[in-house]
């Protein structure tokens, strides 16, 4: 499979921004989509995940409650809603696939096999 990152852009504190990832291959309904986030100078971390049916979600603390994933197998896309957004959630963010039909939710970047160019994020204070 193969996924296209967008929706990035710089936003002031407190705003809002909506990533789209639309992936290719007939088979997209049977993966589960991760959202990552990479600071300069940082790791790559888990942002939030969602499996392949769209029921299950897992959210890094950090966005808990600011942030929704959601998946449309009919489009070909992950979305990751950001509100409330603050300068440390500046970055750029990728969105990365496994083949997974079942409920389980991955944090690790290494259990993701295919990932998107990412899209620049930056939140001003």
């Keep these: ?20 990832c639309a992936a290719s291959g007939r088979t997209f309904s049977s993966y589960s989509l991760g959202w990552f986030r990479q600071a300069p100078g940082k790791e790559r ?5 969602i499996s392949w049916s769209g029921y299950s979600t897992y959210y890094a603390d950090s966005v808990k409650g600011r942030f929704t994933t959601s998946k449309d197998n009919a489009k070909n896309t992950v979305y990751l809603q950001m509100n409330s957004l603050k300068p440390e ?15 389980n939710i991955r944090t690790s970047k290494a259990q993701y ?4 160019q990412g899209t620049l994020v930056t939140v001003s204070s």
């Design 89 to 103: 959630d500046t970055g750029v963010y990728y969105c990365a696939a496994r083949w997974d039909a079942t409920e």
């Design 45 to 49: 971390e888990f942002v939030s995940a």
């Design 1 to 20: 499979v193969q996924l296209q990152a967008s929706g990035g852009g710089l936003v002031q504190a407190g705003g809002s921004l909506r990533l789209s």
């Design 113 to 116: 096999g295919y990932w998107g």
